[in-house]
């Protein structure tokens, strides 16, 4: 009778282990955030505690294989830089997530599918501007990652809004960087915004903060 109570006692405890295993609830909140094509998974704690870690996997769409993240196993952030191997603009990808615990882990908690292509957004350039004897001299630089990533793809529009409230807009094509306004009137404060354009992908930026000058 005592072994089949001890035997009864093992189970009950195997069983309990098991569920524990379960106990730990996955993450929330699993999503892609993309700003000039550098790709960053977020998630929430479901657990506040501070020891819980956490392990990162990918794939692309159709394949059936997760693979690890390399620099995201075991890590106590919450997120991930997944740039280098999501960086196909042709391909959808999944990401996953998963809470380790001292004794249990959780379940895996998945994101959307993402596409580098349509999915990410893009900044504005910087606009400098400066004026001489010609007129108004206007340096562009897009973000360093963008124009990295980007650079013959991409092309900008500069407004112009002139004291008369009449909005020129001048295009910039993905190898100039400066542009020279001329036939201004002296004297006379211009203001000018910048965007970011990707004709392959049919993306454009915000508009850049405003920037104002008055010509010599």
């Known amino acids: 009778m005592s072994r089949l109570l001890l035997g009864a006692v093992l ?109 990410t957004k893009i900044s504005p350039p910087a606009l400098r501007l400066s004026s001489n004897k010609q007129g108004i001299v206007v340096h562009v630089k897009p973000p360093r990652v963008l124009a990295r990533k980007m650079r013959s793809s991409l092309h900008y529009k500069i407004y112009v809004l002139s004291p008369s409230e009449e909005e020129e807009v001048i295009h910039m094509d993905c190898c100039s960087n400066k542009l020279t306004l001329t036939t201004l009137k002296h004297k006379t404060k211009y203001c000018l915004q910048a965007q970011t354009g990707i004709l392959l992908h049919a993306k454009s930026s915000a508009r850049s903060p405003v920037a104002c000058i008055t010509t010599p």
């Not at 189970?11 to 379960?22: D, K, P, R």
Request: hydrophobic share 35%.
């Open 11 to 119: 189970l009950g405890n195997l069983a309990f282990c098991g569920t524990a295993q379960e106990l730990l609830a996955p993450p929330a909140q699993v999503r892609f955030d993309s700003m000039d094509y550098r790709h960053i998974l977020h998630w929430t704690p479901s657990n506040k505690s501070s020891s819980l870690q956490y392990n990162v996997q990918w794939k692309i769409y159709g394949e059936r294989e997760w693979l690890d993240v390399d620099s995201c196993q075991g890590t106590q952030k919450l997120q991930c830089n997944l740039s280098s191997v999501t960086s196909d603009t042709r391909e959808w990808y999944y990401a996953r997530v998963s809470a380790v615990g001292p004794s249990s882990r959780s379940a895996w908690a998945l994101s959307a599918r993402f596409s580098p292509r349509w999915n």
